[in-house]
């Protein structure tokens, strides 16, 4: 059965650093794009954190991500990890792994996305 399954969660203070890691599925691991998104209120709709095109390695970030967040994908483990420093309490949230059976340009819209994780939480104090 196809999944994807998000570890390394936690709290931290405020300029910490987290690395999340989610194992994927073979068939997942092969779908055009997989991403972190984040869901930083329950009230709030998911926003994306980064993604990256497993076609061409292309990968993308989010304003708030950029220069602090690292994305990168383990095909031996079958794994798609994002390194988190200096880590603000804004990046609170809901992390969720996701996979697109199928490619779009609209790489941070939620909806394009066919499979997710469960979500993990990350808590930064301050």
């Known amino acids: 059965q196809e999944h994807l399954a998000e570890s390394g969660g936690g709290s931290v203070q405020t300029g910490g650093s987290l690395t999340l890691s989610c194992t994927v599925s073979e068939w997942l691991f092969t779908r055009p794009l997989l991403a972190w998104f984040r869901r930083p209120d329950p009230k709030k709709l998911r926003e994306g954190v980064a993604?990256?095109?497993?076609?061409?390695?292309?990968?993308t970030y989010a304003e708030s991500a950029q220069g602090r967040f690292t994305l990168s994908k383990d095909s031996a483990k079958r794994t798609l990890n994002l390194q988190m420093n200096n880590l603000k309490p804004e990046d609170t949230g809901i992390y969720y792994c996701?996979?697109?059976?199928?490619?779009?340009?609209?790489?941070?819209?939620?909806?394009?996305?066919?499979?997710w994780g469960q979500g993990i939480q990350v808590t930064v104090s301050s």
């Open positions: 996701a996979a697109a059976q199928y490619y779009t340009a609209y790489t941070f819209m939620d909806g394009r996305y066919t499979h």
């Open positions: 993604a990256i095109d497993t076609r061409s390695g292309l990968i």
